[in-house]
């Protein structure tokens, strides 16, 4: 599989997509220009005498169909292609000039929404992630040709040498282009969508298909590829049923959740602001992919507990008696008591139970301490607070974002962990924030008197507890 | 902090909370119930084995190494077993080499020379010793998977072997891929029926549906599984025994991206299922009843003969049925819709629907939650309710609506109860308004549930 760029990054859609040059900066021109005439010309150069043309023919058809069929990486920046298992095959059957030419069918590939320029790119890339490692092959003491029985095993280590050299070539020029085209801000995630082990390791597993069809070609000839495409394209298949399944699970995830929160017009979109807060805290601090999803779910989910507590209590207006101060108390639990069942990560169970302790130990439902309150809880108080003080209340209108940030720092150490506050300022700071839109609501009848989430107003009880 | 858990809730009795303790259970496939016919498989497969080591012993294994070498990846196969869509289990990197194996022409420089009696116990030995980790760690072994499996590699051998030694499938591939292809195929089929056929006795499903929600599922993994047995046979030749190495990382790729996309299919029900008692917690509903009444319609949904596609989207809309009461300002007494007026009911069915076409990837479950207040001949019965919608005598709810509608209505009359003749008489006053409100066929169905005592007790 060769990774290759298809879709540009979300905010920069327009320029790629549209195709035209002229848009993008000189030096992304010239390094896109350079890769494509590097690929060119190490294929022009060649020599081109004693290739096996029939094994290059069917290869590149392979490398133009997997290409045509590539599937998007969930980062919807980058896709991949099983098309590794073609090059790499290449190489072992053809040599490094003969790969050049398989990888560079690329540019044939045919897309809708990609513009001539990733496709130039990604064809002078994938003949040098031919050619390169070919190379490197070479210099192992691999032996071009069709391998007999007496090839192997001493194959393998310079076919892994080869496999190395491909992915580090093209991971290279694909993080190349991704850090000239892309905003500086989003450098660094795509760098990581790119560099998750997961990739990696599906990538390398592909290289290794490219050496069963080069061991094969001396038993079943060209008919070796259909039959290696066949688990590759069920892969496939099964990468994109994920990525299907997994818009499908966050659209009905986030659709439920808006239905708890119809009850209250004011506390509307709040669990996906809440949700999108706590990602961008989780990016800032570095956390790892899987732990970013499931914040993103906790963040979403953390207050459907308090759909257990009674209207009247939530709506109630004025000082509220022990009984429903309890009842308020409650709702972290009752959300885990709802989430429990979902087999996702535990920590972001423990965030939603401890969403609302302090750093103080004066929270709720445990009374827990500093780092005794788990990461995540830690980081959704943050989110949960802020998007509180900028949204609008019946009992006083949204505060503007500085405002709320001044708030977030006055109680950084006592209610929130200060890192957290630093880098939840940090990525505001930089990328905004957009908060709920702050029309009245038509009836003001149904309005909450209070927001238990907000604490420049913390709930009051008559008597202490 | 378990004591300070106990939600308070509107309507809760000592009943429901009983209820409560096996809610979580998980529901619809008994899990490792040996019931009679899985017994005969797993002794039919037990007597092949010991028939097979038996054999294979008396007259000496053949080409040790090798037989060494795919044991060694059967049984890495059957540690690292899959689950599929529908509480399936499936051991694709064990079955693939089984069936390269089996199918071995070639091994290096020699013939490989090894019988079907000796495929079936390297088979066997293997997947029995990737079990015991399983066992150790307390999952279930799954016996009848296993045999089911070790069934369809014996037939796979049966026929190659002997056709094995014939030089001519050794000296053409044109020749022996066919033969193999086809003998891939029929291993796959073996297995599917002999798992359709344990379905239907385990779940009272109809076997056809059965063997088609079977094949289904199996194809693509099937399919991949198929062609790797084949590629790692040839490769066999050229590479020996480097072969089987080198095709495990492949398979490996395939098998990690299935298992992602299996468990997010787990967590998606799984989630459905604990958000959809948002409305119990809220207190809309009777503890527990959306998923009685989910493990209920999926009942009768595969006693009326739905495929697993229909039943999961049944299972969906059953468990989302009453979301549409989240719109309403007080609860109603203790959640029974059967007991509001026409007009609110289809309220809080559009409502439902409304919530769950947001998600934009549940449509058909969305119209099941929809339609599932309108009675089932609008045009008889009460003609006032029919609400002037113009929905005539050929324009009848789904039949998932109508399961809906029906089950709702019987756990609403029966509740937590776990009397049989409450449930009768709650099947016969449904049977009394088949007339117009439920659809007959599905009274019927589930008053055989009622009667075989599938429906209630623990």
């Known amino acids: 599989m060769v990774l290759g760029i298809r879709q540009a990054p979300v905010h920069v859609t327009g320029w790629l997509r549209g195709g035209s040059l002229g848009r993008l900066s000189l030096v992304a021109r010239v390094y896109v220009g350079a890769v494509a005439a590097a690929g060119l010309a190490f294929v022009v150069r060649g020599p081109l005498g004693g290739i096996a043309w029939l094994e290059v023919a069917v290869l590149g058809l392979l490398v133009v169909v997997c290409e045509s069929t590539a599937t998007r990486l969930r980062s919807r920046h980058l896709s991949w292609s099983p098309n590794s298992a ?82 580090i070539v093209n991971y290279s020029l694909l993080c190349g282009v991704l850090w000239l085209t892309g905003e500086p801000g989003s450098a660094g995630q795509q760098a990581r969508a790119l560099l998750d082990p997961r990739v990696a390791l599906t990538e390398l597993g592909y290289c290794a298909f490219g050496l069963l069809i080069a061991a094969l070609w001396s038993v079943l000839g060209p008919f070796t590829p259909v039959l290696v495409l066949v688990p590759l394209f069920v892969a496939r298949w099964a990468v994109a049923q994920f990525a299907a399944q997994q818009r499908a699970y966050e659209a009905t995830v986030s659709a439920l959740c808006q239905a708890v929160e119809t009850k209250d017009f004011y506390t509307r979109g709040h669990s996906e602001r809440v949700s999108r807060g706590s990602v961008m805290i989780a990016h800032e601090i570095g956390m790892r992919g899987e732990r970013v999803e499931a914040i993103r779910y906790a963040g979403m989910l953390h207050d459907v507990g308090k759909l257990g507590v009674p209207t009247q209590v939530l709506q109630k207006t004025g000082k509220l008696t022990d009984d429903e101060f309890a009842a308020i108390q409650l709702h972290p639990m009752r959300g885990l008591d709802i989430v429990r069942e979902i087999g996702f990560l535990d920590e972001a169970l423990a965030g939603i139970m401890h969403h609302h302790e302090r750093i103080d130990g004066r929270g709720y439902p445990m009374g827990l301490t500093g780092d005794e309150i788990p990461e995540f809880a830690r980081v959704l108080a943050v989110a949960d607070a802020f998007d509180s003080m900028t949204s609008t209340r019946s009992y006083r209108g949204a505060r503007p974002v500085p405002e709320a940030i001044a708030e977030l720092r006055r109680w950084s150490g006592t209610q929130f962990d200060p890192a957290f506050v630093d880098a939840f300022v940090a990525a505001i700071e930089r990328d905004g924030w957009t908060g709920p839109d702050t029309a009245a609501p038509q009836s003001a009848g149904a309005a909450a008197a209070h927001d238990h989430d907000d604490p420049t107003a913390p709930l009051r009880i008559i008597e202490s507890l | 902090m378990t004591t300070t858990t106990r939600p308070r809730r509107c309507g809760s009795s000592k009943a429901s909370e009983a209820v409560g303790e096996r809610r979580y259970e998980p529901r619809g496939f008994p899990r490792q119930v040996l019931d009679s016919g899985q017994s005969l498989l797993v002794i039919f497969a037990g007597v092949l084995l010991i028939a097979s080591v038996a054999q294979t012993a008396a007259a000496g294994p053949r080409d040790v190494r090798d037989a060494i070498a795919f044991g060694a990846l059967i049984a890495f196969g059957e540690l690292l077993r899959l689950s599929l869509p529908g509480d399936r289990e499936s051991a694709p990197i064990a079955t693939a080499g089984a069936l390269a194996y089996a199918m071995l022409i070639q091994v290096g420089n020699h013939p490989a020379r090894h019988t079907a009696q000796q495929v079936i116990a390297v088979t066997a030995i293997g997947m029995i010793v990737g079990a015991l980790p399983h066992l150790a760690v307390g999952r279930p072994a799954r016996l009848s998977g296993m045999a089911a499996r070790l069934l369809a590699v014996a037939c796979a051998a049966g026929v190659f072997r002997p056709l094995a030694s014939n030089p001519e499938i050794g000296r053409h591939w044109w020749l022996a891929l066919p033969v193999m292809a086809s003998l891939v195929a029929l291993a796959w089929l073996v297995e599917a029926v002999i798992e359709a056929l344990i379905r239907t006795d385990a779940l009272r499903a109809r076997f056809g549906v059965a063997l088609v929600d079977e094949m289904r599922v199996q194809l693509p993994l099937g399919t991949a599984v198929g062609a790797s047995a084949l590629l790692i046979a040839f490769a066999a030749e050229v590479m020996g025994l480097a072969a089987v190495a080198m095709f495990t990382a492949p398979l490996l790729v395939t098998q990690v991206a299935y298992r992602r996309y299996a468990g997010i299919r787990a967590t998606y029900l799984q989630t459905v299922r604990a958000l959809a008692r948002v409305t119990e917690i809220g207190g809309y509903v009777e503890t527990g009843h959306s998923a009685r009444v989910s493990r209920l319609a999926v009942s009768i949904g595969r006693e009326l003969g739905m495929a697993e596609p229909e039943l999961l989207e049944l299972e969906y809309a059953a468990l989302m049925h009453d979301i549409g009461q989240l719109s309403l300002r007080d609860p109603i007494p203790g959640g029974a819709t059967v007991l509001v007026v026409r007009d609110e009911q289809r309220r809080i069915a559009e409502y439902g629907a409304e919530v769950i076409q947001q998600a934009k990837v549940l449509d058909s479950v969305a119209e099941i939650v929809r339609r599932q207040s309108d009675p089932y001949r609008p045009g008889a019965g009460s003609t006032a309710a029919n609400g002037g919608r113009g929905r005539g005598r050929g324009n009848e709810p789904p039949l998932s609506s109508r399961i809906i509608r029906a089950a709702n209505a019987f756990d609403d009359l029966v509740g937590t109860s776990v009397e049989p003749s409450r449930a009768a008489a709650a099947v016969e006053r449904l049977r009394l308004d088949t007339a117009g409100e439920y659809d007959p066929q599905v009274v019927d169905a589930l008053g055989r549930l009622v009667s075989r005592r599938s429906v209630l007790g623990p």
């Open chain 1, 86 to 167: 073609a090059i790499l095959a290449a190489i072992v059957l053809t040599g490094p000039v003969g790969a050049a030419v398989v990888g560079g069918c690329a540019v044939f590939g045919v897309r809708r929404g990609t513009s001539a320029t990733k496709q130039v790119f990604n064809g002078g890339m994938m003949a040098l992630t031919g050619y390169l490692p070919g190379e490197v092959f070479l210099l192992l003491g691999g032996e071009v040709g069709t391998p007999g029985q007496s090839s192997f095993p001493e194959l393998i280590g310079p076919f892994a040498g080869a496999a190395l050299a491909h992915v």
